[in-house]
């Protein structure tokens, strides 16, 4: 599994290795023979029955989503010209149907990478009913990462638009707040939020600040210049 692996990084996202001529239809050529060199190595793996070879293919399957803007464009693809070509996205989506025979429960490879990795493939191809009933499938994952990346609120919430779903349900399944909180809603927050620091002479603040050192800093500053400093 390891040398399958590797061969992704050796011929995607390393130099070339093999000279390459000032042209497009050279550099297109290569690319095919990554391509095929790397599904001919990763289906034989598949053939051999690795153990988690459901990770072979999710990544045959990124690697076809990538191609997909690669040759999708081109007036020899399967749509109109200038017209992306889903031949491509379907391949993507056929590794990952077989990802999801495949998988065995390892939990260094949960589902939800198989599931998120559908739901953008969907997305791009606007079919925006299957992918919503992935995102609100993902709702446990989504919660948690909601923080750190908003991509995912921004593509239920088309979804949800697009086939007219209600947003406020949407925000029900998913427990992500779709819109701000109204003024009078985000001052009663802060007032909650003033009076638990500041309770028993701000015993929580002074916890803060002693496990943060920069929140003392900042307190002494602010402490500073209320004094005239």
């Known amino acids: 599994m390891d040398i399958l692996r590797s061969y992704r990084r ?7 290795v093999r000279p390459i001529e000032r042209n497009l239809k050279d550099l297109e050529e290569y690319h095919r023979w990554i391509l095929e060199t790397l599904e001919e190595r990763y289906q034989m793996g598949l053939r051999l029955g690795l153990e988690n070879g459901y990770v072979l293919a999710t990544e045959l399957a990124r690697l076809y989503q990538e191609q997909a ?3 999708g464009l081109s007036p020899s693809s399967a749509g109109e010209p ?13 590794y990952l149907e077989l ?13 939800t990478e198989i599931y998120d990795q559908r739901m953008r493939i ?6 925006y009913g299957e992918a919503l009933q992935l995102i609100q499938s993902l709702r446990y994952t989504l919660r948690g990462r909601i923080r750190q990346d908003f991509s995912p609120a921004v593509m239920w919430e088309r979804a949800a638009r697009s086939t007219g779903q209600s947003l406020e349900e949407l925000e029900a399944v998913l427990g992500i707040p779709a819109r701000p909180a109204r003024s009078e809603e985000a001052s009663e927050v802060l007032n909650t939020a003033v009076n ?4 028993n ?8 600040a002693r496990q943060y050192p920069q929140v003392a ?3 002494q500053k602010i402490v500073h210049r209320l004094q005239g400093g």
């Open 10 to 16: 050796v011929l995607v996202d390393s130099i070339p």
């Open 69 to 71: 803007g690669r040759e």
């Open 82 to 94: 200038g017209e992306p070509s889903q031949d491509y996205l379907e391949k993507a989506l056929y």
């Open 99 to 111: 990802a999801e025979k495949l998988y065995t429960g390892d939990p260094n490879h949960p589902i």
């Open 122 to 127: 969907l997305m791009a191809q606007r079919k």
């Open 196 to 199: 638990m620091l500041f309770a």
């Open 201 to 208: 002479d701000g015993q929580l603040l002074e916890e803060i």
């Open 217 to 219: 800093k900042t307190l």
